[in-house]
Antibody, heavy 121, light 110 residues
Framework: EVQLLESGGGLVQPGGSLRLSCAAS????????MSWVRQAPGEGLEWVSA????????YYADSVKGRFTISRDNSENTLYLQMNSLRVEDTAVYYC??????????????WGQGTLVTVSS | SALTQPASVSGSPGQSITISCTGT?????????VSWYQQHPGEAPKLMIY???KRPSGISNRFSGSKSGNTASLTISGLQAEDEADYYC???????????FGGGTKLTVL
């Protein structure tokens, strides 16, 4: 059974940093691309970032480019999102999602339960 | 830019409804990579349709997807109370934009 468990969310001041983690199990982690998707309170889904199975390929939404870094540790079956220079508008539930292939030409077939990030002074 | 979905749709049990998702020639129109997600309140999204019209294992055949030009559609037939949820479309949009979601559609089963 595929399981994705996010952690690392919390309250942080504007300009601060936070690192999210997503522990994966139930599938061959290194064989699949992974993504982060966020959802601001009461709002819709927003794709944030994606990484290929090998970790060599990464993509970012314009809203986070230069501030967020996606990475993965295939030996630990863990996905990360390093978030720097956080803004109030980054407040959201952040979901980790498995992609259906090693690259990016596929959908997100499994999602974690999410971790809440609140950016506020 | 985000894909365009109606904010809400409704239907009675047993009826069919269709949710549209309008993009551009840079996303929906260029790739057969539209997916649809169902989200119940307080829960994570769930994949319902991928590659425009394919259903993952375990998804009811009451859910179907299609595409015409720059518009994708999700049809739910034989509406049931448990179908009441938010539905989001998503499309691959090339190596620059990468991926875009629709704004979401709230389905109410009357």
């Amino acid at each position: 059974e595929v399981q994705l468990l996010e952690s690392g969310g919390g309250l942080v001041q504007p300009g601060g940093s936070l690192r999210l983690s997503c522990a994966a199990s139930g599938f061959t982690f290194r064989s699949y691309g992974m993504s982060w998707v966020r959802q601001a309170p009461g709002e819709g889904l927003e794709w944030v970032s994606a990484v290929s199975g090998s970790g060599a390929g990464t993509y970012y939404a314009d809203s986070v480019k230069g501030r967020f870094t996606i990475s993965r540790d295939n030996s630990e079956n863990t996905l990360y999102l390093q978030m720097n220079s956080l803004r109030v508008e980054d407040t959201a539930v952040y979901y980790c999602a498995k992609r259906g292939c090693s690259g990016f030409s596929c959908s997100m077939d499994y999602w974690g339960q999410g971790t809440l990030v609140t950016v506020s002074s | 830019s985000a894909l365009t979905q109606p904010a809400s749709v409704s239907g009675s049990p047993g009826q069919s409804i269709t949710i549209s998702c309008t993009g551009t020639s840079s996303d929906v129109g260029s790739y057969n990579l539209v997916s649809w997600y169902q989200q119940h309140p307080g829960e994570a999204p769930k994949l319902m349709i991928y590659e425009g019209s394919k259903r993952p294992s375990g998804i009811s055949n009451r859910f179907s997807g299609s595409k015409s030009g720059n518009t994708a559609s999700l049809t739910i037939s034989g509406l049931q109370a448990e179908d009441e949820a938010d539905y989001y479309c998503c499309s691959y949009a090339g190596s620059t934009t990468f991926e875009v979601f629709g704004g979401g559609t709230k389905l109410t089963v009357l």
